[in-house]
């Protein structure tokens, strides 16, 4: 059994940060790459920005220059710092996890973290 836990979100103003972490924990071989995806309110879900298993990261347009994305390899816990935030940022933030889950590549989602930015 993988999980995948989300931590981090709130509401802040417009301008202000949060950081959104998150933790995969469970049986598995290893994790390879780990994303932050998002959805807002009748918007599709998107990518934000993700990581692979040899530190290469891809940011979508809007969160380049403003968010940054990183892990920590040996607890299996990524960080999304996210800084000059928009009401236009609001929404559901999730965390992504593809691991090695004994031989079989599985991606395993959270259950997602509300991020709230007020104008």
């Known amino acids: 059994q993988v999980q995948v836990e989300e931590f981090g979100g709130g509401l802040v103003q417009a301008g202000g940060s949060l950081t959104l972490s998150c933790t995969a924990s469970?049986?598995?071989?290893?994790?390879?790459?780990m994303g932050w995806y998002r959805q807002a309110r009748g918007k599709q879900h998107e990518l934000v920005a993700r990581i692979s298993s040899s530190d290469i990261t891809q940011y979508s347009e809007f969160a380049k220059g403003r968010f940054t994305i990183s892990r920590d390899k040996v607890k299996n816990t990524l960080i999304l710092q996210m800084n000059s935030l928009t009401p236009e940022d609001t929404g559901v933030y999730s965390c992504?996890?593809?691991?090695?889950?004994?031989?079989?590549?599985?991606?395993?989602w959270g259950q997602g973290t509300q991020v709230t930015v007020s104008s």
């Open positions: 469970g049986a598995f071989v290893r994790v390879n790459g």
């Open positions: 992504r996890a593809d691991v090695d889950d004994w031989g079989e590549q599985m991606t395993y």
